[in-house]
């Protein structure tokens, strides 16, 4: 059986040219860019750095070898190619199921051209059915969750080992099971005027361009 992820990943890394700053993603999808350019820079020589957007990425691609600096030492990111847990067709989507999501955002809004790479089953008419993750200051995230509660958004805080999950940055994540959302736009600008919310998950206009896995090879799609 063809492995989606791979197959896309190895696709986004066609679009890394030697003396790039190259964002990597994270996730179980942008494991297979990240791997790809690790064989490059040690078979064949590539010559990029990378500007990773999570722990687990910059362990993953120390290990490759592949060169790193933080987005603070570089005045920009070439490109960025990062997984998503859903794409609608307007090209707006929600990450963060690996709970990475600031980190993403922060490198995305550095990117001069980003990129997802997707399977098929990403791919959504309307934004909603994944759980979209909130990443939430810990000082009153409590309050936070009851708010979100009498909203009717169905909050969870993201665990992990019975405890709430701590982010790279030292945050909680609570997830909105939402089912749908109907206005991204004013979701996002809603979240993005909540006290105590660090970022959220929807990704509204950051991308251009989705790599969507399908059995029968990938599918390049580029808003123009
Ligand atoms: C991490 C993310 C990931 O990109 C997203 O969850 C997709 O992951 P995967 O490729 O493992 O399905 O947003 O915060």
């Known amino acids: 059986m063809v492995n989606?992820?791979?197959?896309?990943g190895l696709k986004a890394a066609e679009f890394v040219k030697d003396g790039m700053i190259v964002g990597l993603g994270t996730g179980s999808t942008a494991y297979y860019f990240?791997?790809?350019?690790?064989?490059?820079?040690?078979?064949?020589g590539?010559?990029?750095?990378g500007v990773t957007t999570s722990n687990a990425t910059s362990e993953h691609a120390a290990s490759l070898g592949i060169p790193l600096k933080s987005i603070d030492e570089v005045p920009y990111v070439d490109?960025?190619?990062?997984?998503?847990?859903?794409?609608?067709?307007?090209f707006n989507g929600i990450k963060g199921g690996g709970a990475a999501l600031l980190m993403e955002k922060i490198v995305a809004v550095n990117s001069k051209d980003c990129i997802w790479i997707v399977d098929e089953s990403k791919v959504v008419e309307t934004l909603g059915a994944f759980k979209l993750p909130v990443e939430v200051v810990q000082y009153g995230a409590e309050n936070l969750f009851r708010a979100f509660e009498e909203?009717?958004?169905?909050?969870?805080?993201?665990?992990?080992?019975g405890e709430k999950l701590v982010t790279d940055m030292k945050n909680y994540i609570i997830d909105l099971d939402l089912r749908e959302i109907?206005?991204?736009?004013?979701?996002?600008?809603?979240l993005d005027?909540?006290?105590?919310?660090?970022?959220h998950g929807l990704f509204i206009q950051l991308v251009s361009k989705v790599i969507v896995g399908y059995p029968d090879g990938p599918r390049f799609l580029e808003k123009h």
């Open 4 to 8: 989606l992820k791979e197959q896309v």
């Open 34 to 44: 990240v791997q790809e350019l690790g064989r490059r820079v040690q078979e064949e």
């Open 46 to 49: 590539l010559s990029i750095v």
């Open 79 to 90: 490109v960025t190619v990062d997984g998503a847990d859903e794409v609608d067709g307007a």
């Open 151 to 161: 909203k009717g958004y169905r909050p969870s805080f993201r665990m992990k080992d």
């Open 182 to 190: 109907p206005d991204a736009d004013a979701l996002a600008n809603e």
């Open 193 to 199: 005027h909540t006290v105590g919310v660090v970022e």
